[in-house]
């Protein structure tokens, strides 16, 4: 059981976890560009463990599998109920979203389109396109988060999604990212509740303002991709998490924690994978 530290229902703060691309296969030895990926997730859940983090969610924000089976879901899955805690999943461009529904069973395992704990409201958006690594917000969609934000205009807010819906500084990164950002921040900018936009998929570490509103990406808990590249590249970084204070006030305090080394071997030399 990972060693999480609770805290009573009524707080001033909500203390998050995100752990997002663990990219997992069906067979527990599967490797991406060299490195087991559900070995390198158990070192990152064992960090966690060991700084004895408190939390009261768990935001897993997509490319939870990497080969989109059934049976890659049991194994993430089993990962990570042993939080213990509630844990919201969206699914990533590797994630076959019908398969992530389906296999997720009652209990602390949610696939929603947003939550509220304490003084915040958590909209989780599914960014994905079938057939495409990019990223996509549709008018559902984005009616959706408009509505939802209409109707709760008194919580602060923190909206997650899997693409990267800003520039990340690397050419061959941002053709995925969310094809029509322009959009979604037009209804983002209409509600100043809006603290905060969670993401993942970029596999580095990002956290500037956009005007008053934080944009925040997370190392993921296998291989890294290199800050600033032009063309695709491995980084040496190890892999991480980010946690989250949310306080009552609308502040927020966020960090990432890394693991001192990497987990396995990865190959840098490589070009890419599919």
Known sequence: MTNITRHPKAKAVINVLQITDPHLFADSNGCLLGLNTEQSLEAVMGEVSARRLPADMILATGDLVHDGTPAAY??????????????????????????????????????????????????????????????????????SLENQLAADRESHTLVCLHHQPVPMGSRWLDTMAVDNADEFFSVIDRHEQVRAILWGHVHQEFDRMRGSVRMLATPSTCIQFLPGSDAFAVDTAAPGFRWLSLHADGRIETGVQRLSEMPGTVDLASAGYS
């Not at 992530?100 to 958590?122: C, I, P, R, S, V």
């Open 74 to 143: 049991r194994r993430i899955f089993s990962h990570l109920e042993s939080f213990g805690i509630p844990v919201y999943c969206l699914p990533g461009n590797h994630d076959e979203a019908q398969a992530l529904q389906q296999t997720l069973k009652d209990g602390l395992l949610h696939y929603a389109a947003h939550t509220h704990k304490g003084n915040w409201n958590f909209i989780f958006l599914d960014s994905t396109v079938a057939g495409s690594d990019g990223g996509h917000l549709g008018s559902a969609a984005l009616q």
